[in-house]
């Protein structure tokens, strides 16, 4: 049985939406293992002179928790 957990984050990119999701999966699957799925919460966007300056994301993103090592009697790791 999978255990998951799930985490709230930003991201921005000045390209599109699109490269903002691409540039947190990438991100946050450096730090996290078993990164699963992702639900999009909102979209926005900064603007600057007229014109959209940043596309930001914030996601929900899933993954699965490492099971702990089993430990012997004496509290120490099963080999």
């Given at each position: 049985m999978?255990?998951?957990k799930s985490e709230e984050i930003m991201a921005e990119s000045p390209k599109s939406f699109e490269d903002a999701i691409q540039v947190a999966i990438?991100?946050?699957?450096k730090t996290v293992r078993g990164l699963a799925s992702c639900h999009?919460?909102?979209m926005s966007t900064t603007i600057k002179d007229g014109k959209i300056d940043l596309y930001r994301v914030n996601m929900q993103m899933t993954f699965q928790v490492d099971a702990a090592p089993e430990k012997?009697?004496?509290g120490k790791k099963k080999k």
């Amino acid at each position: 049985m999978s255990i998951m957990k799930s985490e709230e984050i930003m991201a921005e990119s000045p390209k599109s939406f699109e490269d903002a999701i691409q540039v947190a999966i990438s991100r946050f699957s450096k730090t996290v293992r078993g990164l699963a799925s992702c639900h999009i919460n909102s979209m926005s966007t900064t603007i600057k002179d007229g014109k959209i300056d940043l596309y930001r994301v914030n996601m929900q993103m899933t993954f699965q928790v490492d099971a702990a090592p089993e430990k012997n009697g004496n509290g120490k790791k099963k080999k």
